[in-house]
């Protein structure tokens, strides 16, 4: 799997967007970029992921750069219950028996 | 659906007591794995399966047995329970092929080891 990089820690206003850096320079061309949130307590949570394409769903819109070295993950209206940890993870869709390895994320805080 | 369920939710044991943490999954999903979380620490896997009767260490086997009889349950054996196994440990699923990476996440068990 390619190695990504993530600020550890990231603040962002109530309402406001709320925008996630990822570098995954060393990227393959068959794998996709996941991203994975965990809220205090809970388990991790499964956001989107994408493989070139720019991605939306209900919960966030993934956008990737043409070269496919880095993307960012927006979160159009930050709410003080997406303060968690996000972890942007790079691999193959059908990667058999290998397992998910979470590095240590960005801690997002949503302030009032 | 119920999704990734986990019991108990809270466990405390003595040293060199043994137990079970029941996981089980409703979706079908060929893939389920065990992960420890250690406070302020990423998630670590301990064991994890591709399918019925089949079974593989993660990064931190050591002190735990696993078994997958069914699709549906994947229970974590705790030996000889010891404080470094005092932690959050958490259950995924996920189907096999190309959705094989957006694991569904049960909501813990948080165990403590005295």
């Known amino acids: 799997d390619a190695k990504t990089t993530q600020p550890p820690s990231m603040d962002c206003a109530e309402g406001r967007a709320a925008n996630l850096p990822c570098n995954h320079s060393?990227?393959?061309?068959?794998?996709?970029v996941y991203w994975y949130r965990q809220i205090h307590s809970q388990g991790p949570q499964y956001i989107i992921h994408g493989l070139k394409n720019n991605e939306t769903n209900e919960m966030a819109s993934l956008i990737i750069t043409e070269d496919r070295k880095s993307s960012t993950l927006i979160l159009p209206h930050a709410t003080l219950r997406d303060t968690a940890v996000y972890y942007c993870?790079?691999?193959?869709?059908?990667?058999?028996?290998?397992?998910?390895?979470f590095g240590k994320g960005t801690r997002l805080s949503v302030i009032a | 659906n119920a999704g990734v369920t986990q019991t108990p939710k809270f466990q405390v044991l003595k040293t060199g007591q043994s137990m079970t943490l029941q996981c089980a999954q409703d979706?079908?999903?060929?893939?389920m794995s065990w992960y420890r979380q250690d406070p302020g620490m990423g998630l670590r896997l301990i064991h994890y399966s591709v399918g019925a009767g089949i079974t593989d260490q993660g990064e931190v086997p050591n002190g735990y047995n696993v078994s997958r009889s069914t699709t549906e349950d994947f229970p974590l054996r705790l030996l000889l329970a010891a404080p470094s196994q005092t932690s959050v440990y958490f259950c995924?699923?996920?189907?096999?092929?190309?959705?094989?990476?957006?694991?569904?996440f049960g909501p813990g068990t948080r165990l403590t080891v005295l």
């Open positions: 979706m079908n999903h060929e893939y």
């Open positions: 993870i790079v691999r193959v869709a059908n990667s058999g028996n290998t397992p998910l390895v």
């Open positions: 995924a699923s996920s189907p096999s092929g190309k959705s094989y990476n957006e694991q569904f």
């Open positions: 060393t990227i393959s061309g068959n794998e996709y």
